[in-house]
């Protein structure tokens, strides 16, 4: 079983940047693959980013490739993700994910899921 929670979100400017955290429990935290996903409202869940477990492959969507970097430290049972450049369109509630194995894009394949913080970009 694995419980995490989101924080960092808030309102930033477009341009600027903010860093999400999302702190897991459990000794286990180095064996699962991480994810990020958003859901900007009336809009489905989509996947950001997601890194396996030893930080040794990563995954982005188009959208955000050269903007956010996502990362982990075991030691800290925490993944980041951080965003530059920010857009309106980035807009959303921002969600962690876990799953064991490799990183996928699918939200489906994802066992564990955080509360969500919210990201607002204004213009």
């Known amino acids: 079983q694995v419980q995490l929670v989101e924080s960092g979100g808030g309102l930033v400017q477009a341009g600027g940047s903010l860093k999400l955290s999302c702190a897991a429990s459990?000794?286990?935290?180095?064996?699962?693959?991480m994810g990020w996903f958003r859901q900007a409202p009336g809009k489905e869940r989509e996947f950001v980013a997601a890194?396996?477990?030893?930080?040794?492959?990563?995954l982005y969507a188009d959208s955000v490739k050269g903007r956010f970097t996502i990362s982990r430290d075991n030691a800290k049972n925490t993944v980041y993700l951080q965003m530059n450049s920010l857009k309106p369109e980035d807009t959303a509630v921002y969600y962690c994910?876990?799953?064991?194995?490799?990183?996928?894009?699918?939200?489906?394949?994802?066992?564990?899921w955080g509360q969500g913080t919210q990201v607002t970009v204004s213009s």
């Open positions: 994910a876990a799953r064991k194995f490799r990183p996928v894009t699918s939200l489906n394949e994802y066992d564990y």
């Open positions: 459990g000794r286990t935290f180095s064996m699962y693959t």
């Open positions: 890194i396996s477990w030893s930080g040794g492959s990563t």
